[in-house]
């Protein structure tokens, strides 16, 4: 692949190289070969190395844009259809995954004030020590009246409470395996060094059948058919569940269900990496310097969720959730003559629901225990896609 992508600083390559020695010392450990879940783990999260512990902007001087940094409206149609949810919950919570730059967490709480539903609780549980920084001087700006309902956790709360979890794009940041079809078997593909030290793609000999779920058909795969699957993902709705007594979780993510995941088509997966803004497809350069996504298999969180009683009450695509939920009422109402604001609105609407951009290919699913989820929800349920 030839990539031209900006040079990184001398103190971040210093920094890029120190893990990187850390990774090549732990592949020459574990007999050459490290499973790629677990170099993923290690460039995303090392502590003080990895690129979410040590990453402090997102957005235009970060290295890629979410939903809520596009648009105050997304948080506020997020507001607009956990309201129902929240209701009959007694002292409920808000609890954010991976808050970001706490823009979302700022909307959110001033739709939920304005509307008179204002929770008892908002909870923000953030693995990165610079994001958290950066959520905590968002919230002193923009909302200090509100700042004391506002809780960073250091991890999920040990009793369960009531409530509505939100995640957006933080599935899409949880480690997966990777694994290749060859004749017909499923290898796993990890990564090891070749004989100059660099990190490299290296397939095991031995299958794995417990690798992928079993209903893929990986005997219709061609050959070299490339693609991952994310079991951590599993236990990531045990544990959410274990803390939800009852509300539910609204996860937010690019992803697809099972079916059309592993289309004979997608040979190479969806891993992604992003770099100031520039996407591609190695994840084993810049280590910790860049971000690495792979798409949500949605059927997947449906049978963990299934698994352990949670309710898969919706699915449906961005577009739908957020015009449903009154995306462009909300933007007529918020007014505004500029013409420029209007402008700026208008290609955010655009963005956010065009099936070209995000509309189509950013799900939203709800998990839910004891509450039924509003109309505006189901309007376009997809969950016969699942
Ligand atoms: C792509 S960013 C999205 C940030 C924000 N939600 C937004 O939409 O702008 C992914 C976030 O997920 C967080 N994250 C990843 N795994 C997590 C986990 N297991 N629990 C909580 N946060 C997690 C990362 O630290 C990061 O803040």
Not at 112 to 119: A, V
Not at 186 to 192: A, D, E, F, I, Y
Not at 212 to 222: C, H, K, N, Q, R
Request: charged residues 20%.
């Amino acid at each position: 692949m030839n990539l031209t992508l900006p040079e990184p600083s001398r103190e971040m390559s210093a920094r890029s190289e120190q893990l990187q020695q850390i990774i090549v010392d732990e592949i020459h450990s574990s007999g050459g070969w490290i499973p790629f879940d677990h170099y993923m783990e290690r460039v995303l999260y090392t502590p003080g190395l990895g690129y979410y512990s040590t990453l402090s902007g997102l957005g235009a001087e970060g290295d890629f844009i979410t939903a809520p940094e596009i648009s105050p409206l997304f948080s506020r149609v997020v507001a607009r259809q956990i309201m129902p949810l929240l209701a009959p919950l007694e002292r409920p919570i808000v609890m954010e995954l991976g808050a970001g730059s706490g823009v979302m967490a700022a909307e959110l709480l001033l739709e939920l004030e304005r509307c008179q539903q204002l929770p008892e609780g908002y909870w923000i549980l953030e693995l990165s020590g610079g994001l958290r920084a950066r959520q905590q001087q968002t919230l002193e700006e923009r909302i200090p009246h509100l700042l004391e309902r506002v809780r960073w956790l250091e991890h999920l709360p040990d009793s369960p409470f009531q409530g509505v979890v939100v995640a957006n794009e933080v599935v899409d940041a949880i480690p997966v395996e990777r694994f290749i079809v060859r004749q017909g078997r499923t290898l796993p593909l990890g990564v090891s060094t070749n004989p100059d030290g660099a990190l490299t793609w290296s397939e095991s000999h031995e299958d794995a059948p417990s690798l992928v779920p079993e209903d893929i058909e990986t005997t219709g795969l061609a050959e070299g058919y490339c693609s991952e699957w994310r079991p951590a993902a599993t236990s990531w709705i045990a544990a959410l569940s274990d803390c939800l007594a009852r509300g539910a979780l609204l996860l937010v993510d690019y992803g697809y269900a099972r079916s059309e995941y592993y289309r004979p088509e997608r040979q190479q997966g969806t891993l992604s990496c992003f770099y100031r803004h520039h996407r591609h497809e190695d994840p084993l350069i810049l280590p910790g310097l860049q971000d690495i996504t792979a798409h949500v298999d949605f059927t997947a969180l449906a049978e963990a969720a299934d698994a352990v009683g949670l309710g898969v009450a919706g699915y449906t695509s961005q577009a739908y959730f957020l015009l449903a939920g009154g995306l462009t009422e909300l933007a007529e109402a918020e007014g505004g003559d500029e013409l420029s604001h209007r402008i700026e609105t208008s290609r955010a609407i655009q963005q956010l629901t065009m099936p070209a951009q995000m509309g189509e290919v950013v799900k939203v699913m709800a998990l839910t225990r004891d509450v039924a989820l509003p109309e505006t929800f189901t309007l376009h349920d997809q969950r016969h896609m699942l």
